[in-house]
């Protein structure tokens, strides 16, 4: 028996069944810690007239658990964006799923038993050289904690999504002058010529602070807000079971004390901590801390001066950060910033002189057909000119004659004309593939969409902050 024991747990399925189990085990009780008294007060979220519960919502979430590698799951356990990006794809698929089952029990689409006993027939984990074992399917069910009338819904439930959503997953036919449109469109080259007008031509004096304080006044320099953040680390080993609890009891008394008045310093020094204190930073260019996760920089950018976060579980261990101080935003001083003005009033000059210089080109070029200090090129939509000249060029019709703005220069463009690619089979081949994957996703976005309208999406406020604490 031990043998045969061996033998199956190497089948994929009885592998990723029992490791279901054992995740099951984690979970267990979590449903009543959670809910209390009100168990019956369960639903996450409402799909038109179905549901999806907490029970389902830590079913799927085990069994995806269970899929993962180590370090996979460690994450799960020590980042709480991982965590939140976890249950947010867990309760997106069963949300999915929920709305695919309620159209086919409006379409009256039915699976019968025979239908379901020939699936579970079909499973190679549930063979034996080639024939269907009876034990060997109830024992990984029986070792996975399924039941088998819980592994015929689940079939079941599969069966239905394939038989509403199979048609609008198969392959969409592209036209083929779709697909030579759309060739042409991406490998034709157009024939152009262009004039640069550099701005780094034009020669302007120093201003004046007249000129400077008036540029100042259309043009402010706001310095964002700064914080100065501290924090206490509790480091740990957040895999080893032992050492996460040592450190998880040790955090407490370091949140005592923090509220009872310490001082971070004095109470990371009492329980041999690890107290930091960072230089003012903004939110857009923070030091590189591991601590500082984006939802921790979210969360401390969102407190008053002076507040603590609640303890935090990350990679290193428990932290208890603090926003020591706020340097509001604000318009910069004149003074500070005037050698810095000088620079860029010079540039808005020289951008003035030269889209007055490019304009008189363009005149000419209207008038007498001539393009002074021309340059003529042959650009497809990815070379042969800079990528500002590109997008005009194909976004242009034939003949079109325009001033093309870039950061340091304009550019007077003549486009010319315009040549068909030659026909390539493997370049249209990923062309068309390419335009029936877009349809394919535009139809599948389109039903779903209807999906959403026909069973409205509705969350349970009450039972999702319980469980989520948000």
């Known amino acids: 028996m031990l043998e045969y024991l061996r033998n199956a747990a190497e089948k994929p399925l009885a592998k990723f069944l029992i490791a279901l189990l054992a995740f099951s085990f984690v979970g267990w009780g979590v449903a009543e810690w959670i809910f209390g008294n009100v168990a019956g007060d369960n639903t996450l979220i409402k799909v038109g007239d179905g549901e999806i519960t907490f029970q389902q919502f830590s079913m799927e979430r085990n069994r995806e658990m269970a899929a993962m590698g180590r370090d996979e799951q460690r994450a799960v356990y020590t980042d709480p964006i991982v965590a939140d990006q976890l249950a947010a794809r867990v309760l997106s698929n069963l949300t999915s799923q929920r709305l695919a089952e309620n159209r086919a029990d409006d379409l009256g689409f039915v699976v019968s038993d025979a239908r379901i006993a020939r699936e579970i027939r079909s499973f190679p984990e549930f063979q034996e050289n080639g024939q269907f074992s009876a034990y060997l399917f109830d024992y990984v069910l029986n070792n996975s904690g399924y039941t088998e009338a819980q592994f015929a819904s689940i079939l079941r439930s599969q069966v239905l999504r394939s038989m509403v959503l199979g048609?609008?997953?198969?392959?969409?036919?592209?036209?083929?002058?779709?697909?030579?449109?759309?060739?042409?469109?991406?490998?034709?080259?157009?024939?152009?010529?262009?004039?640069?007008?550099?701005?780094?031509?034009?020669?302007?004096?120093?201003?004046?602070?007249?000129?400077?304080?008036?540029?100042?006044?259309?043009?402010?320099?706001?310095?964002?807000?700064?914080?100065?953040?501290?924090?206490?680390?509790?480091?740990?080993?957040?895999?080893?079971?032992?050492?996460?609890?040592?450190?998880?009891?040790?955090?407490?008394?370091?949140?005592?004390?923090?509220?009872?008045?310490?001082?971070?310093?004095?109470?990371?020094?009492?329980?041999?901590?690890?107290?930091?204190?960072?230089?003012?930073?903004?939110?857009?260019?923070?030091?590189?801390?591991?601590?500082?996760?984006?939802?921790?920089?979210?969360?401390?950018?969102?407190?008053?001066?002076?507040?603590?976060?609640?303890?935090?579980?990350?990679?290193?261990?428990?932290?208890?950060?603090?926003?020591?101080?706020?340097?509001?935003?604000?318009?910069?001083?004149?003074?500070?910033?005037?050698?810095?003005?000088?620079?860029?009033?010079?540039?808005?000059?020289?951008?003035?002189?030269?889209?007055?210089?490019?304009?008189?080109?363009?005149?000419?070029?209207?008038?007498?057909?001539?393009l002074e200090g021309k340059k003529s090129v042959n650009v497809s939509r990815a070379s042969g000119a800079p990528a500002a000249l590109l997008n005009a060029a194909f976004n242009n019709p034939i003949e079109t004659k325009t001033i093309v703005p870039d950061s340091d220069a304009f550019y007077v463009l003549n486009i010319k004309s315009e040549s068909m690619p030659k026909a390539d089979s493997k370049k249209m081949d990923a062309v068309r593939k390419e335009l029936e994957s877009v349809s394919q996703n535009a139809l599948m976005d389109d039903y779903n969409s209807f999906l959403i309208r026909e069973y409205p999406v509705r969350v349970n406020e009450k039972v999702y902050k319980r469980v989520f604490g948000k």
């Open 167 to 370: 048609a609008v997953g198969a392959p969409v036919s592209v036209p083929k002058f779709a697909v030579n449109a759309a060739y042409n469109a991406r490998y034709a080259t157009r024939d152009v010529e262009y004039a640069t007008i550099d701005f780094d031509d034009f020669k302007v004096e120093n201003p004046s602070d007249e000129q400077l304080r008036s540029f100042y006044a259309q043009n402010p320099r706001t310095v964002p807000e700064f914080r100065t953040i501290s924090y206490i680390l509790v480091p740990a080993d957040m895999a080893k079971p032992d050492e996460y609890d040592a450190a998880y009891e040790t955090a407490i008394k370091v949140e005592d004390d923090v509220i009872a008045g310490e001082t971070f310093a004095d109470t990371a020094k009492k329980h041999k901590a690890k107290h930091v204190t960072l230089k003012p930073f903004s939110a857009d260019k923070r030091p590189t801390d591991d601590v500082l996760t984006d939802q921790v920089i979210a969360n401390l950018f969102a407190m008053d001066e002076g507040m603590e976060s609640e303890m935090i579980e990350s990679k290193k261990g428990f932290v208890i950060a603090r926003v020591d101080k706020i340097a509001p935003a604000h318009t910069e001083d004149f003074d500070k910033v005037k050698k810095d003005l000088v620079a860029d009033w010079k540039h808005a000059e020289q951008k003035k002189q030269a889209y007055v210089r490019a304009n008189e080109i363009l005149v000419d070029l209207n008038k007498n057909g001539k």
